[in-house]
T-cell receptor
Framework: IAGITQAPTSQILAAGRRMTLRCTQD?????MYWYRQDLGLGLRLIHY???????GKGEVPDGYSVSRANTDDFPLTLASAVPSQTSVYFC??????????????FGPGTRLTVL | AQKVTQAQTEISVVEKEDVTLDCVYE???????LFWYKQPPSGELVFLIR??????QNEISGRYSWNFQKSTSSFNFTITASQVVDSAVYFC?????????????FGTGTRLKVLA
């Protein structure tokens, strides 16, 4: 069982370019999340999805979009990257959604640099 | 407002010393959950423990122990006889209802360096 995979591992991107970060889980978890990790700020929630077909905005959603066409995949798209989006991005998933929170499990992260 | 404060940005200890990582949280909810995650140098986030607001019993798992005190809104993490492999960034997180659904709020993390 792979758990959660993210691709690419790292990426250097020119400002203004479009980029999609991929996230796939094989645990059949209902809920999935995208976070960004920045030094001194911890992890901040970008978008989440409680179940396939639904998405919601987190703490820092501007400049990002997500989709959840099926249970396993939760891609994060930067439509026009800016240098402030340089960060490490983590995808996470959890079994339940909406009720008392269960544990979130994290992918290995994607290091994105926008120049 | 929901908030998690990890006031210790970085701690350095010598191997075999005990070390406590502090976590103070704020929430108005009566039902909430607290978590600790470890992020080793390799970068992945590893789940360590989850505790709900109705269970104040301390927990011990090997060299790790957690002290949950609602009176002081704290959920501190102690590593006994620290080892070099314990070197990592440790995050405390609170899960409470935000806009009608449970969301995680992470602290800014404490970097622990265990020196040989």
């Amino acid at each position: 069982i792979a758990g959660i995979t993210q691709a690419p591992t790292s990426q250097i991107l020119a400002a203004g370019r479009r980029m999609t970060l991929r996230c796939t889980q094989d645990m059949r978890h209902n809920a999935m999340y995208w976070y960004r990790q920045d030094l001194g700020l911890g992890l901040r929630l970008i978008h989440y999805s409680n179940t396939a077909g639904t998405t919601g905005k987190g703490e820092v959603p501007d400049g990002y979009s997500v989709s959840r066409a099926n249970t396993d995949d939760f891609p994060l798209t930067l439509a026009s990257a800016v240098p402030s989006q340089t960060s490490v991005y983590f995808c996470a998933s959890s079994v339940l959604a909406g009720g008392p929170p269960d544990t979130q499990y994290f992918g290995p992260g994607t290091r994105l640099t926008v120049l | 407002a929901q908030k998690v404060t990890q006031a210790q940005t970085e701690i350095s200890v010598v191997e075999k010393e005990d070390v406590t990582l502090d976590c103070v949280y704020e929430t108005r909810d009566t039902t909430y959950y607290l978590f600790w995650y470890k992020q080793p140098p390799s970068g992945e986030l590893v789940f360590l423990i989850r505790r709900n607001s109705f269970d104040e019993q301390n927990e011990i798992s090997g060299r790790y122990s957690w002290n949950f005190q609602k009176s002081t809104s704290s959920f501190n993490f102690t590593i006994t006889a620290s080892q070099v492999v314990d070197s990592a960034v440790y995050f405390c997180a609170l899960s409470a209802i935000v806009s009608g659904t449970y969301k995680y709020i992470f602290g800014t993390g404490t970097r622990l360096k265990v020196l040989a």
